[in-house]
């Protein structure tokens, strides 16, 4: 079974960084696309972020493209996300998330296609 657990968020002021970590057990980490997705009070979980299986195909929301980076260690079953230039709006819980199957085509940016997820982890930026 694979457990994801997420840590590395808080409060900061608007313009500054915070990386979030995911650490990954129980299945072939290497084999599955892993993303992160966010979720604001009285909003739908969204995604942020996602990397194929070697780390080198990624993707973003465009909400996010040129302040976030998405990465992977694979030796080390953890995926990380630096958050610059941090803005009220990108306050929210932020989930890591584990494709439903291995080895997809694409990265997939809907919920439903992703089976495993970490408990989340608060970023409030504050204004």
């Known amino acids: 079974q694979v457990q994801l657990v997420e840590s590395g968020g808080g409060l900061v002021q608007a313009g500054g960084s915070l990386r979030l970590s995911c650490a990954a057990s129980g299945r072939s980490f290497s084999s599955y696309t892993m993303a992160w997705f966010r979720q604001a009070p009285g909003k739908e979980r969204e995604f942020v972020a996602g990397s194929m299986r070697s780390g080198e195909v990624k993707d973003y929301a465009d909400s996010v493209k040129g302040r976030f980076t998405i990465s992977r260690d694979n030796t080390k079953n953890m995926v990380y996300l630096q958050m610059n230039s941090l803005k009220p709006e990108d306050t929210a819980v932020y989930y890591c998330?584990?494709?439903?199957?291995?080895?997809?085509?694409?990265?997939?940016?809907?919920?439903?296609?992703?089976?495993?997820w970490g408990q989340g982890t608060q970023v409030t930026v504050s204004s």
């Open positions: 998330a584990a494709d439903r199957f291995p080895y997809r085509a694409t990265i997939a940016v809907s919920t439903v296609n992703y089976d495993r």
